[in-house]
């Protein structure tokens, strides 16, 4: 048996527990980001570059640290950048992805590509490899009657039946006429129960809270209605979109809540700066 001086002794308990501390900050890395899923972010506020140039866009976002992205569909959203998308076959996308280090299932679609052209979407959604197809509004009346409220959700229901035939899963967002009223009533609440839960999931969008919309109530309220959510954190002082963590928000609240919403996936979407600026505070976030 060999011996050890003290100061040696010393100095290689040092070394091991430096060792330590470095595998243990490694294991909260893995164990983080919040519910363990990847950190997410739409892609319409870089609309811009990407009409420029998609495939060094993705790979700007794959180096600020996001994992998974949400696309905007080249059919519905050909004039506000993501025209280029379409000029990719499903392979050279998915390449794309795959070369940059991200993921992507998700994608939104406008209500008014699907009424005309939903076996478009489809195809080009099953190509890309997508699982979820968003809807960010049914696009009906500023001031809705509660016929109209039922004629978009009878619609969105025949749509998310075609999507449901297909293996996909139709998901609303909630802005616009989702955040109207009726008789007293948000039109968002009367779409859970117009709505069906087999065929229709919910994205969440956080930034709503502006109009009153807490995403932990509604998470809550509607258990397993959700599949996924738009982040923005917020300030109720200066009543602004903050970078994520830097905000009044209480986030541990809101995923812990997600969990009984049924959360699948998320997705930051903010200016670029504050997208990028929010990736630190959801890797350490632990939830």
């Known amino acids: 048996m060999s011996t ?5 002794f010393l100095k290689l308990a040092a070394t091991n527990a430096a060792v330590a501390g470095m595998l243990s900050a490694g294991a909260l890395d893995l164990h983080a980001n919040p519910l363990g899923m990847p950190i997410g972010c739409q892609t319409w506020p870089v609309r811009q570059m990407i009409a420029k140039d998609f495939p060094g866009t993705i790979k700007m976002l ?5 994992q998974s992205i949400e696309l905007c569909s080249p059919l519905g959203y050909a004039d506000s950048g993501f025209a280029d998308v379409g000029k990719y076959s499903g392979a050279q996308l998915r390449k794309i992805l795959r070369d940059a280090g991200v993921t992507c299932i998700s994608s939104h679609f406008t209500i008014q590509e699907l009424r005309k052209e939903q076996d478009k979407s489809i195809a080009w959604a099953k190509e890309v490899g997508l699982t ?3 809807v960010p509004s049914l696009d009906g009346p500023e001031h809705p009657t509660l016929d109209d409220v039922k004629r978009a959700a009878d619609e969105y229901n025949r749509i998310a039946e075609r999507a449901h035939k297909a293996g996909l899963q139709q998901g609303l967002h909630n802005e616009n006429f989702e955040v109207s009223m009726v008789d007293g009533q948000r039109t968002y609440d009367l779409l859970f129960k117009y709505l069906d839960p087999k065929l229709v999931k919910f994205q969440f969008q956080v930034s709503t809270i502006e109009q009153g919309f807490h995403a932990a109530r509604y998470f809550r ?3 397993g209605r959700f599949i996924s959510m738009h982040v923005q954190d917020w300030d109720a002082k200066t009543r602004k979109i903050v ?3 830097q905000g009044t928000l209480n986030w541990k609240e809101i995923f812990e809540a997600a969990k009984v919403g ?3 996936n998320y997705f930051v979407e903010m200016s670029f700066p504050m997208m990028k600026a929010s990736v630190p505070y959801l890797r350490k976030l632990n939830v």
């Open 4 to 8: 050890v001086s003290r100061r040696d």
């Open 62 to 66: 794959a180096g600020a640290g996001f």
């Open 132 to 134: 979820q197809m968003m």
């Open 221 to 223: 309220k509607y258990p």
């Open 243 to 245: 970078p994520v963590g």
């Open 262 to 264: 049924g959360i699948k």
